[in-house]
């Protein structure tokens, strides 16, 4: 590494807006963080997904598979 160029790697302090203290090093030795993975609906399993507009079953109805039809008329091998 040449000397001088790199910034300096000290202790961090990363403080999310739910109160979440994480402690770990980085070239910033204050970082503040509006969402950490301990308020993160994704990560805490409180996400919901919301479909008012109905996408989903506009979707479902045009293009929805429909159940196959099983034919005995297949050669047995």
Known sequence: MKPGIHP????AMISCACGEVIHTRSTMPVLKVEI?????PL????Q???????RV???QR???RKPLATTSNKSEA
């Open 36 to 40: 950490c993975s301990k308020c993160h």
């Open 48 to 54: 919901k997904l919301i479909d008012s507009e109905g």
């Open 8 to 11: 300096e790697y000290v202790p």
């Open 57 to 59: 079953e506009r979707f």
């Open 62 to 64: 045009k293009y929805g």
């Open 43 to 46: 990560f805490t399993g409180r």
